[in-house]
């Protein structure tokens, strides 16, 4: 395993950037949806966010927090899929094929291992992508009063204009960074690590064994290799059932990463006392927010993924640098 471990960093990393680039439209619409209040709808729909989006910031709107994800998503698929190979390993017995239990248990460990890139990535993007929807909803006549156009963070409040007939100033990912680390330390960036771990250390124990079992269905024989498509078709299915399944979680990482908030926005403690707000204020449908535009990033996001990583770039590469050594 230790051998071959390079070769599946790089396998996680180029799946993580192609997937990100085909799908992060969808994930920035889903960020908006789930952060619309009851009274304070900007958007109806998927489809509604982004024609709104390009309409009011162009086509490059739709990729607002890309370069964060870009940037962080190749260590972090690295690490879920490098980690999962790695506990799959050392959990099989004898080179037998694992039980479901410890299928399920490899995943937890790669989804517990992933948080430490993910959560900084979630804060950062979210904060970015969520900028526009603030603006739409200050330009909406009669959503929200004048006199209540303030804005609820002081971290924030030098790098978004809350103020009437104005639209937020360009922020970037650094300087959001440098904010938190100045105000709040290395925490700062950590905001709503407890919730990542309850959505993506669901996310790993369902999509994992379900990937597995589903690719398993598509060998021609117990000793092949699926073939590309089926285990697209599998990573689709896994990812969009454990994407719909952590919804809920999903929300609340969400809200709890937001630090910029608009007009009436209520803040947040905590995970139960967002939780329970939500559910207080806008009942459980407020769970769902978001899940069809997240099943839609996940599935192909996850499909692709596990092409890239079954083609075996990382191994060419490897083979052809070795190969490059040997002939030096």
Not at 3 to 20: R, T
Not at 27 to 39: I, S, W, Y
Not at 50 to 76: D, H, Q
Not at 241 to 267: F, I, Y
Request: with cysteine; charged share 15%; hydrophobic share 45%.
């Amino acid at each position: 395993m230790a051998g071959h471990l390079p070769a599946k960093l790089i396998n996680g990393g180029i799946a993580g950037i192609v997937g990100v680039t085909c799908v992060f439209p969808i994930d920035l619409a889903k960020t908006r949806l789930q952060n619309q209040r009851q009274g304070q709808q900007v958007y109806k729909s998927m489809v509604d966010c982004l024609i709104k989006t390009v309409r009011s910031e162009g086509y490059f709107g739709m990729y607002r927090g890309a370069a964060v994800n870009l940037t962080l998503v190749t260590p972090e698929k690295a690490i879920k899929l490098a980690a999962n190979d790695f506990f799959r390993c050392h959990l099989s017995k004898d080179g037998r094929g694992l039980t479901v239990f410890r299928e399920m248990l490899a995943g937890c460990a790669a989804g517990m291992c992933q948080v430490i890139i993910t959560t900084p990535m979630e804060m950062l993007k979210i904060q970015l992508q969520d900028a526009g929807r603030l603006a739409a909803q200050q330009r909406k006549p009669g959503i929200i009063p004048p006199n209540r156009l303030v804005t609820t963070n002081a971290v924030l409040s030098r790098s978004y204009n809350v103020v009437p007939n104005t639209s937020p100033r360009a922020v970037s990912a650094t300087q959001i960074a440098r904010e938190l680390l100045h105000s709040q330390g290395i925490q700062g960036l950590y905001k709503g690590l407890g919730a990542t771990l309850l959505r993506d250390v669901p996310f790993s124990i369902i999509y994992f064994p379900l990937f597995a079992n589903l690719n398993k269905l598509g060998k021609p024989s117990p000793d092949a290799a699926a073939p590309f498509y089926w285990s697209f078709i599998s990573g689709c299915v896994a990812g969009s059932t454990a994407a719909v399944a952590v919804n809920p979680c999903d929300v609340v990482k969400t809200r709890l990463q937001s630090l910029s908030k608009g007009a009436n926005e209520e803040t947040y403690s905590g995970i139960i006392d967002c939780f329970s707000k939500v559910m207080k204020r806008e009942g459980p449908s407020a769970f769902l927010k978001g899940a069809g535009c997240r099943a839609l990033v996940i599935a192909p996001l996850f499909g692709i993924v596990q092409v890239m990583y079954f083609i075996g770039v990382g191994e060419f590469i490897m083979s052809q640098s070795s190969l490059k050594l040997i002939s030096d």
